[in-house]
T-cell receptor, first 113, second 110 residues
């Protein structure tokens, strides 16, 4: 049973435009959500997170939105840059086990110059 | 430089052999984790340890074993009982709400 799902395997965007990556979850116990960026043969690097008590968190070009009623979150990247091209993973946790993460399948983002 | 070091980056083993993947951190984090990544899939939790001398099974622990004798070290042994060991293995540690990952070890069993 996939508790965290990223239904779009890939996304292609023009440089300067907005990238929107989506993530759905089924477990209502999740109370903390994170986005990671990953290059091939490397470990994921943390991008941005959001607690379930918020519905939006911003960090520079990255904004995460959380819709608890729909069990949906999204990552917006504005403006997109070619260096943003990577695999993006959505992850969720609950309680205080912040490293015990449930990951989505990932979305490959390609930003074209 | 503080971080998580996984070694080696690439590892080849013959079928039926046990192999141990190293993970060392100098971040002074209590909790450490092992994940596995397969193509087209998210990372799946194998084992985790929240304190020295204690560890728990994750979602896919069968065929794996771990130890946590020191705070800095959390080695993972892939045993011959693991039916499909070829994968990319990632070690992580946590501080507050953020998980930090190592660079990973690509294990190929031939």
């Amino acid at each position: 049973d996939q508790q965290v799902k990223q239904n779009s395997p890939s996304l292609s965007v023009q440089e300067g435009r907005i990238s929107i990556l989506n993530c759905d979850y089924t477990n209502s116990m999740f109370d903390y959500f994170l986005w990671y960026k990953k290059y091939p043969a490397e470990g994921p690097t943390f991008l941005i997170s959001i607690s379930s008590i918020k519905d939006k968190n911003e960090d520079g070009r990255f904004t995460v939105f959380l819709n608890k009623s729909a069990k949906h979150l999204s990552l917006h990247i504005v403006p997109s840059q070619p260096g943003d091209s990577a695999v993006y993973f959505c992850a969720a946790s609950w309680g205080t086990s912040y490293g015990k993460l449930t990951f989505g399948q990932g979305t490959i983002l390609t930003v074209h110059p | 430089d503080g971080g998580i070091t996984q070694s080696p980056k690439y590892l080849f083993r013959k079928e039926g052999q046990n192999v141990t993947l190293s993970c060392e951190q100098n971040l002074n984090h209590d909790a450490m984790y092992w994940y596995r990544q397969d193509p087209g899939q998210g990372l799946r939790l194998i084992y985790y340890s929240q304190i020295v001398n204690d560890f728990q099974k994750g979602d896919i622990a069968e065929g794996y074993s771990v130890s946590r004798e020191k705070k800095e070290s959390f080695p993972l042994t892939v045993t011959s009982a693991q039916k499909n060991p070829t994968a990319f293995y990632l070690c992580a540690s946590t501080e507050n709400t953020e998980a930090f990952f190592g660079q990973g070890t690509r294990l190929t069993v031939v």
